[in-house]
């Protein structure tokens, strides 16, 4: 059943407050949406739609592009609802979805963009990470770290994203980048050289 996308606020979605749903609930939830039920979808969206969002403001750096990935992922969620087998939590299933979206359009938009390579600096590396590290909250006193990551050069930013922020591993993130691995670390580098730089101002 094609989507119109629902009733939904999903071009304009904002990061909200999560809708707690129960993991039974969640699957019967699931199951109802994947039968054509808009109101299920919609409680569904209610629940993931504020994680979604914050990833791809993280990955994007731009709150209106954002918007529009997670109209995206959304209509995507609900065309591939029938795939999602219940392995994994549902928010999960959405979090890789989007993932896979927003690095798919990006790789759309950048299919001529130069690979940048760059030599690795293990102690700027360390240095920054140290930098993020949650204990460290003087140093992040001093800077709007989401502003910050906005501002890195697209590749940059996402591999770290994804590294730094979501966790994935430099494997993980060069298949779904479709990226050497070695290239990955020069953008995990370049990201936090950058951001260092930010924090020293």
Same mark, same amino acid.
């Given at each position: ?38 109101? &299920?979808?919609?409680?569904? =969206? ?37 795939? =999602? ?51 460290? &909250? ?29 966790? =994935? ?33």
């Amino acid at each position: 059943m094609p989507i119109t996308i629902l009733a939904l606020p999903l071009r304009d979605a904002q990061p909200m407050s999560q809708a707690p749903v129960a993991a039974d609930g969640e699957a019967a939830l699931v199951a109802r949406a994947s039968s054509g039920d808009v109101a &299920a979808f919609e409680l569904l =969206y209610r629940h993931t739609a504020g994680r979604v969002f914050a990833l791809c403001l993280r990955m994007s750096g731009d709150r209106i592009r954002a918007g529009e990935l997670t109209h995206e992922v959304f209509v995507r969620a609900w065309e591939r609802l029938g795939q =999602y087998r219940g392995e994994s939590a549902f928010t999960t299933w959405m979090h890789r979805l989007a993932v896979n979206l927003v690095l798919e359009r990006f790789r759309s938009d950048r299919r001529r963009e130069a690979r940048v390579t760059l030599v690795e600096d293990e102690a700027t590396d360390h240095a920054v990470q140290s930098a993020f590290d949650p204990a460290a &909250a003087d140093v992040l006193d001093r800077v709007d770290l989401e502003r910050a990551v906005a501002q890195l050069p697209p590749n940059a930013r996402e591999v770290f994203v994804l590294h730094d922020i979501e966790g =994935y591993r430099h494997e993980e993130i060069a298949e779904r980048m479709h990226l050497a691995q070695g290239t990955v670390r020069a953008h995990l580098h370049r990201a936090r050289k950058l951001l260092m730089g930010m924090l020293q101002r």
